[in-house]
């Protein structure tokens, strides 16, 4: 196992408080340090990232800057799935089939508690990533080779340690799903009851009404400018109530 896979995993139990006051009081620190990643810019952020390292075998550090956030999602790089891998009883080994710029092709094989051996095979290639939507991505156009070996990588852990990596997504993997819809939370105008819906149409059709209708006052200062305009003595003016 190499140095950076024996210090991915090593002292989880021995580094972590035991408390959640002591997690938070870790957690506060840490957010305030600027040693961690932008995405962890909250304690209650840290305290989750502290936690979720915590239950795969990670160290408080490792936790901290492996355990990234994406869309709502805790995301680990493949190296840090093939170090909990190894250090898991069962590993078996790997043995790489296929590692080039166009395709990579792995098999990790798990050893059960009774001896019986099991493979899980982990592949994707350059046809598999522009389906992806991956392919246009700077580091898929500078670096397909390492691109393609990470996702084969995590696919086998994944396939092999179902029981460890439940729920846990590489960085390519957590950008692919949407985020949430935004949920409304624009409260309902409020229903009126039938007695005020009725109380307002006849206000309405009293207000329609009154429109419509001229007033006494008009009433009569129309029948002067008739009376005045020699209308009345024809009787004209009767035609006005």
């Not at 092709?105 to 798990?110: G, L, Q, S």
């Not at 009433?219 to 006005?240: F, H």
């Amino acid at each position: 196992m190499s140095e950076k896979n024996q210090v991915a995993v090593r002292g989880r139990d021995e580094l972590m408080p035991q408390s959640v006051e002591g997690k938070m009081q870790m957690a506060g620190i840490l957010a305030k340090s600027g040693l961690v990643p932008n995405t962890l810019n909250t304690p209650e952020k840290v305290f989750i990232a502290l936690q979720w390292g915590h239950e795969l075998g990670l160290s408080p550090m490792s936790s901290v800057n492996n355990v990234v956030p994406i869309n709502g999602k805790p995301a680990l790089s493949a190296d840090v799935m093939y170090a909990l891998a190894r250090s898991n009883p069962e590993y078996g080994g790997i043995e790489w089939k296929q590692r080039t710029p166009q395709k990579a092709e792995v098999v990790i094989t798990r050893i059960s508690p009774h001896g019986a051996a099991e493979k899980f095979t982990g592949y994707f290639d350059l046809d598999m990533a522009k389906q992806a939507g991956l392919s246009e991505k700077e580091t898929y156009r500078k670096f397909p080779d390492r691109m393609l070996r990470a996702r084969a990588l995590s696919r086998a852990c994944k396939e092999a340690f179902p029981d460890v990596f439940a729920g846990v997504y590489t960085e390519d993997e957590a950008e692919e799903f949407d985020r949430p819809p935004m949920r409304d939370v624009t409260e309902p105008a409020a229903e009126k009851s039938g007695g005020e819906e009725l109380a307002g149409r006849l206000a309405s059709d009293a207000e329609a009404k009154a429109e419509r209708e001229p007033s006494e006052v008009e009433k009569a200062a129309a029948l002067a400018e008739a009376v005045k305009s020699g209308w009345a003595a024809s009787g004209e003016e009767k035609a006005l109530f």
